[in-house]
């Protein structure tokens, strides 16, 4: 019985930090065979908008084996990156510099008009962000829609203004052990928009996935 509790007490933490108006746990079956052996906590969009300043003061962050943070989430690591811990792994899906990159979709006048547009015309703001993930070979589009039309409009209008507002622009200090993911046929983070990080994480190991969009369970496997 000892040797259980110390087993279990020993397992390895892998925490979840979704995208803008995202719900990683959609995905848990598939996303968790990333180590079958870890325990795997997703955080709900919810509250990780409410530590944007702050992502880790998020219950379990601190002590985590491997933080994956997807878009947003992993801006919110890049910009908290004083306090990671040495030992800790970070796995960065479609990471960016900067959200308003001249190389992306968007700029900060329309991403600022799509905040505003959340507290009155949320869905139409909503289906604007599906419409650029382009044409999918699976439900996984849908299923954020789905998701992402339950949440908070003012959760989702604090994401949009903190990418706005906020951008990588020095290199990131204690840059080891981090790996970056991205798709090549990603239409909202583009690949050109991740490979700008390059700059800023010069220890990051980079790779493509060729046949992957803006989705988690492509980029991973």
């Known amino acids: 019985l000892n040797l259980h509790i110390y ?9 979840w930090l979704p995208d803008w108006a995202s719900d990683l746990s959609l995905w848990e079956d598939d996303l968790t065979d990333a180590d079958a052996s870890a325990d795997h ?5 919810e509250t990780m908008a409410a530590n944007l300043g702050n992502v880790y003061a998020i219950d379990g962050m601190p002590k985590a084996e491997t933080v994956v943070g997807w878009g947003l989430g992993a801006l919110l690591l890049m910009c ?23 190389d992306g979709p968007w700029n900060s006048e329309n991403i600022l008009f799509k905040a505003r547009e959340m507290h009155g015309s ?5 289906d604007a962000f599906k419409d650029q993930f382009g044409e999918e ?13 339950k949440m908070d409009p003012d959760c989702l209008a604090e994401g949009l203004r903190f990418m706005v507002q906020n951008r ?10 981090i790996q970056v993911l991205y798709g090549r046929m990603d239409q909202d983070v583009t690949p ?8 800023f994480l010069p220890k990051a190991t980079f790779k493509e996935r060729p046949k992957s969009g803006h989705w988690p369970p492509m980029m991973l496997f």
């Open 7 to 15: 087993i279990c007490g020993m397992s390895k933490k892998w925490i």
């Open 41 to 45: 906590v997703f955080v709900p969009y």
């Open 80 to 102: 908290a990156q004083s306090k990671r811990p040495k030992s800790q792994k970070w796995i960065l899906l479609s990471p960016f510099a900067d959200f308003c990159d001249e």
């Open 122 to 126: 949320k869905n139409v703001a909503l």
């Open 137 to 149: 070979f699976s439900d996984w589009p849908d299923e954020w829609l789905e998701a992402a039309q």
């Open 168 to 177: 990588i622009d020095r290199v990131i200090e204690n840059g080891d052990d």
């Open 192 to 199: 050109a928009m991740t490979l700008k990080l390059k700059e």
